[in-house]
């Protein structure tokens, strides 16, 4: 079969509203880290020098003399923003027999869209909860699977690793729905937001109220599963977040001063094409979207692992 050419391949603007629009509420990948338009597919970001940051610099000036000068040196690293493509085929039989001819059409669109998100999930979630990705990490020495476990005081340690390192108080906890299960029924998490709680109204743990308890900005959960069988075989799923808890550190407003755990570089945005296959009867829809997921300070992070 030919590939189609740049003539034949048609970017379909309604079919990418519909990409855009599509949320799946258990993808968090896309605000774990704060997203950076780029004008290039590939090319350089700029990581300061954090002990510049920390010296004790300033000092008295005498009249008529300069002031003292300071200055922070910098690195570079790059950045590839890798085009991923998906595409699902539309059999004209399918969109005669619909009740709504273009609904198989839309369909398709967000049957690729959430191929891609679960993509952009893993790549993520294997820095965020990997191996030695972060400088710092540990395993609870009681897991949270136990109700004699210590969760506030094993955040309590990240955070003081993470704020002794960068100097900035970590905002965000990502956590894995495994692990998260155990938070939300925790007695002495739950013991904490009783005095809330009223004969109508039982004290519950909310993302919101287990972020105030760990004094986070924000408690992300980790919902996404993924099925590592092949087609046809038995199903093997698992969740994409793992049983960890990676406390860390990012900006929303990206800078060459602000530091930040992660970046998400993107080129582009995220684009879905309809081209025609006359053989096969059939319309093909396919998304693509260039970008590149960087942890670019291991520092500004702390992983709890595999903490049930």
């Known amino acids: 079969m030919a590939t189609p050419t740049q003539q034949q391949v048609h970017l379909d603007g309604a079919l990418t509203n519909i990409s855009v ?17 780029v004008v290039k597919q590939s090319n350089k970001y700029f990581v300061f020098t954090k002990s510049d940051w920390f010296r004790d610099e300033a000092a008295p000036r005498a009249p008529g003399t300069r002031a003292q000068r300071v200055d922070y040196n910098l690195s570079a690293s790059n950045y590839l923003c890798a085009e991923w493509a998906v595409a699902k085929g539309v059999p004209d039989e399918v969109v005669d027999n619909a009740d709504t001819p273009l609904r198989p059409v839309a369909e398709a669109a967000e049957y690729v869209t959430d191929k891609m998100y679960l993509r952009k999930e893993i790549l993520v979630a294997a820095i965020v909860h ?40 970590p905002n965000k906890g990502v956590i894995g729905a495994g692990l998260w299960r155990f938070l939300v029924k925790h007695p002495d998490l739950i013991d904490r937001v009783k005095g809330a709680a009223s004969p109508g109204s039982p004290a519950i743990l909310t993302m919101q109220a287990i972020a105030a308890l760990f004094e986070l900005e924000q408690i992300l959960v980790g919902k996404a599963v993924k099925d ?8 093997t799923r698992a969740y994409v977040w793992g049983n960890h808890l990676a406390i860390c550190y990012t900006t929303n407003t990206p800078s060459l001063n602000s530091p930040s755990a992660g970046y998400v570089f993107q080129w582009g945005a995220r684009a879905v094409n309809r081209y025609r296959e006359d053989q096969e009867h059939q319309d093909i829809i396919e998304v693509t979207e260039s970008f590149d997921q960087k942890l670019v300070a291991s520092d500004a992070g702390y992983l709890l692992k595999s903490a049930a």
Do not use: K, M
């Not at 629009?21 to 338009?37: G, H, K, L, S």
């Not at 590592?228 to 199903?235: K, L, M, P, V």
């Open 21 to 37: 629009a599509y949320r799946n509420a258990n993808y968090i990948a896309e605000t774990v880290f704060p997203n950076v338009p």
């Open 130 to 169: 990997g191996n030695s990705q972060w400088s710092a990490s540990a395993t609870p020495s009681t897991l949270w699977s136990n109700d004699t476990s210590d969760p506030i005081g094993d955040v309590n340690t990240a955070l003081d690793s993470v704020r002794s390192s960068i100097g900035r108080d």
């Open 228 to 235: 590592t069988g092949q087609e046809g075989a038995t199903a």
